[in-house]
């Protein structure tokens, strides 16, 4: 005797719903504000009602802003941005796979010290890394701001690389010891293709710090041929007033790179974030 299996009902969550939707405008709403504001004018962005859209938008501040070396600024967060993370992030891979398959008895002392270095504020070590980059004569200069980004961004991304590298099954690398692989090729060969998502999410955290970063821009550089796309927004303050509209133009035009990232690798970026959820 067969029994048909109860169909389950679904109950609606009314509070969690009511929540995210709340959430939802809390987070589209400043985009919102910063999109509409950047088409309009200095004199209707103070007339008009500013979480309504201008209805003579102008496209005079996009212009203003490519005008104001805007190409060179981005040209300089490029630069900053993949000579940081790239090092940073193919370092962090291979200390990882290090770390979790070493057999060293001093590797339990090498992971602590990489824990130590999320412990350090940034802010604490900006007057030993600013005699640092002065006596080696690389103040106002790109490689000034790609080396202490380096450093800061490694101890994270092992971490968390090295939890993934633990969760693929020893199995795999037995098998391809017994098959006379060695270390180097299991790294690349078995361990490098399994953690693509866990790459691809450290990478692109990396270079959303790396990218809006403020303070080494501010301190480790001083002429406009070494300004970054933050610190560049100060050309559209004046005296005794802000052009705010060129501002969020700027602001807009510096998050493209970002959004064109996120949806080339928002696969691997979501597999990297949920990965161990199901366990």
Known sequence: MTYAPRSRRRTLNVPAGIGGWVWLVIVILPIYYVVITSFKDQQSYFTVNPLLPST??????????????????????????????????????????????????????????????????????????????????????????????????????????????????????ESMRLDGCSDWSMMWRLAFPLMRPAIATVAVYNALTVWNSFLFPLILTQSSESRTLPLSLWTFQGEFSVNTPAILAAVVLSALPLVVVYVVARRQLVAGLTAGFSK
């Open 56 to 173: 003579t938008p102008t496209l005079s501040n996009f212009q203003l802003v490519l005008e104001n070396d805007f190409v060179r600024y981005f040209t300089n967060s490029v630069i900053v941005t993949a000579g940081a993370v790239l090092p940073a992030v193919l370092v962090s891979f291979m200390a990882a796979y290090g770390l979790v398959r070493g057999a060293s008895r001093y590797l339990t002392g090498v992971s602590r010290v990489f824990l130590l270095g999320l412990s350090i504020p940034l802010q604490a070590t900006i007057i030993p890394i600013y005699w640092a980059i002065t006596q080696v004569y690389l103040y106002d200069t790109l490689l000034a701001l790609i080396l202490p980004s380096i450093a800061f961004a490694i101890p994270i991304s092992v971490l968390v690389l090295s939890n993934f590298l633990r969760d693929i099954p020893k199995e795999l690398f």
